[in-house]
């Protein structure tokens, strides 16, 4: 069994599944899936194992966040809307203790006001916003940098 140092998880919330048909001005035309296959064959360059979840109920978010530090050494989350909203999930990252790489496809900052506080920026090693499928890739590589 691979060392938990070499696992990292791949968080993906709300609305993240309607990838490639929501808004693709904003987010772009590429799947969840396919997404997830880009990343993967990153995964295998760099030598780590990624698994990559997505769920549009915070709770979910959370339970994964809090069972992280058992089979990963990083997690790359994607917070989506819980981003500008999620007191829970922000604690459940402090609380797991390992390092957090939070990513957006679209920048943030130039979007409406209220997606311009993130709760999860404050507890992550860092952010990754507005490179679209790269946001992930990037955020996949500071991940391994902090394993």
């Not at 609380?95 to 790489?101: D, E, F, K, L, N």
Request: aromatic share 6%; glycine share 8%.
């Amino acid at each position: 069994m691979m060392a938990k140092k070499k696992r990292i998880l791949i968080l993906n919330g709300p609305n993240l599944n309607l990838l490639g048909k929501r808004q693709p001005e904003i987010y772009g035309r590429l799947t969840l899936e396919e997404i997830g296959r880009e990343i993967r064959s990153l995964a295998k360059q760099l030598s780590v194992t990624v698994e990559i979840r997505q769920s549009n109920n915070e709770g979910e978010l959370v339970d994964w966040i809090q069972q992280a530090p058992a089979q990963f050494g990083a997690i790359v989350i994607n917070p989506a809307a819980y981003t500008h909203s999620s007191v829970a999930m922000r604690d459940a990252i402090i609380a797991a203790g390992i390092p957090a790489i939070e990513i957006h496809i679209s920048n943030i900052y130039k979007r409406e006001a209220f997606r311009k506080h993130s709760y999860i920026a404050g507890v992550a090693v860092g952010q990754i916003t507005g490179f679209g499928v790269q946001s992930y890739l990037l955020g996949l590589r500071a991940a391994v940098e902090c394993l």
